[in-house]
Nanobody, 121 residues
Framework: QVQLVESGGGLVQAGGSLRLSCAAS????????MGWFRQAPGKEREFVAAISWRTYSTDSVTGRFTISRDNAKNTVYLQMNSLKPEDTAVYYC?????????????????WGQGTQVTVSS
């Protein structure tokens, strides 16, 4: 079956960097949309970034976060720089059967278990 396994979360000071990884197994997603979402306590899950043949990101992270993929490793990454306390959340990797839809959680078919990112001020 399909599995997405995130890694790379942790505790970092404001202004610091982290790189999240999401390794997929069970099928290849090289042509499909893969994305990152996050959910802070008491808030809804929100879109962060996605990648297909191009990349997409929400305004609050544009210029700070970069999504990329290594198709040979069936892995997607989220490089997070200039982190802020408001970036604190559980970050989820997601994979879609679609080649184009990317913004909404319901556009995705597979989810990882999440990795905690905590940014201290």
């Amino acid at each position: 079956q399909v599995q997405l396994v995130e890694s790379g979360g942790g505790l970092v000071q404001a202004g610091g960097s982290l790189r999240l990884s999401c390794a997929a197994s069970g099928r290849t997603f090289s042509s499909n949309v893969m994305g990152w979402f996050r959910q802070a306590p008491g808030k809804e899950r929100e879109f962060v970034a996605a990648i297909s043949w191009r990349t997409y990101s929400t305004d609050s992270v544009t210029g700070r976060f970069t999504i990329s993929r290594d198709n040979a490793k069936n892995t997607v990454y989220l490089q997070m720089n200039s982190l802020k306390p408001e970036d604190t959340a559980v970050y989820y990797c997601a994979a879609s059967s679609s080649l184009s839809a990317w913004r909404l959680p319901q556009d995705y078919d597979y989810w990882g278990q999440g990795t905690q990112v905590t940014v201290s001020s």
